[in-house]
């Protein structure tokens, strides 16, 4: 399997995609958080500069954080920048919005966004609309302006069968967040495939599909549960008790101590489920390595369902599952010790 990180947009990240080329790895990630991370397509323009392999993704935007022509040139530019190294993923922006107290986009409008970059991206027309007014647009300069002729990699973010039928009624790729399931992706990819098949619409050459995760390998004799393993995992586990401690529905799914953890996250924010500005006391620091006062809220149980720590043969079978279950890239998200954990990924798939 191939192996990728993902990592918080900021300037001196070109510093990790330099390594990560150095070490083999695939691809290179970051996150588009407006108002948590700093603006992907700067982060990624350095990367691409320094780089001359690496694939360099963002993951992901949203119709609801950026305009379809606004996106398009950002993506085209990266293209001239590093050409035919650039992956676009695409979600309904479920954390990036509700990060500014706002709902995620609708499916309808992820597929359409979709649509609209794919058309841009490839130097086509698409139909554009603001309000009731709707109007065909296109590069009208190309060149050393942008790049449409070496193609973008295309990835929709899915949890459910339908974004990933979007995926497949656009000829796109998978990226999910966390999920380590083989049984879960299996239903992911068969929605993709009924879906590309009722639009008679072949697979991308591109059409990938990767997991994000968090690694942690355990030394001889090593808890599991141990500071050093929830530190390496718990800003996974931490997204997760964020997400759910924001949106009661999603807690109500989760088991007893699951939910008493949601609880305590509410408890030390000091807000509610219900307050109108509990995003800005639970998103503060999202992703980012979590303090140690709150170690003790990062669950085995999470742990285990959201990322892979074990000995190198239990991260490998476990692996070795996903991949038969049609993951194309692992990517990792490393918090503690960047430059170490993407050696380490290197080492564990090679």
Request: charged share 20%; glycine share 8%.
């Amino acid at each position: 399997m191939r192996a990728g990180v993902v990592v918080a947009a900021q300037p001196g990240v070109e510093e990790l995609a330099v390594r990560a080329e150095a070490l083999g790895l695939h691809s290179f990630w970051v996150n588009d958080t407006p108002m948590v991370h700093g603006d992907p397509f700067v982060a990624l323009s350095l990367c691409a500069k320094a780089t001359r392999r690496i694939r360099l993704g963002i993951g992901v935007t949203s119709p609801v954080l950026r305009s379809a022509p606004a996106a398009a040139s950002g993506f085209a530019s990266l293209n001239a920048l590093a050409p035919g190294r650039i992956i676009c993923g695409i979600g309904t922006g479920n954390t990036a919005r509700r990060t500014l107290g706002m709902p995620p986009a609708t499916t309808a409008a992820l597929e359409h966004f979709t649509a609209a970059l794919q058309d841009l991206c490839a130097g086509r027309p698409t139909a554009y609309r603001e309000g009731d007014r709707v109007r065909d647009i296109r590069f009208l300069h190309t060149g050393a302006h942008v790049n449409t002729a070496d193609p973008i990699e295309f990835a929709v973010a899915a949890l459910g069968p339908k974004a990933a039928a979007v995926a497949g009624r656009r000829g796109a790729g998978l990226i999910s967040f966390g999920l380590l399931d083989p049984t879960a992706w299996h239903a992911l990819h068969d929605a993709r495939r009924q879906a590309a098949h009722s639009t008679h619409r072949d697979p991308a050459p591109h059409a990938h599909s990767y997991v994000v995760t968090a690694l942690h390998l355990l030394h001889d004799n090593e808890d599991p549960a141990g500071d050093a393993a929830r530190d390496a995992t718990g800003h996974l586990v931490l997204s997760l008790l964020d997400y759910a401690a924001d949106t009661p529905e999603v807690a109500q799914q989760l088991g007893p101590d699951e939910r008493a953890a949601v609880r305590e996250l509410l408890n030390r924010r000091g807000t509610t489920a219900t307050a109108p500005d509990r995003y800005t006391k639970l998103y503060p620091n999202y992703l980012g390595r979590i303090a140690a006062q709150d170690r003790d809220l990062v669950l085995p149980s999470l742990m285990t369902t959201l990322a892979l720590v074990g000995t190198r043969d239990d991260i490998r079978t476990r692996i070795t599952a996903l991949e038969q279950a049609g993951i194309d890239e692992l990517l990792i998200q490393p918090v503690t010790d960047p430059p170490t954990e993407m050696t380490r990924l290197a080492e564990l798939l090679t």
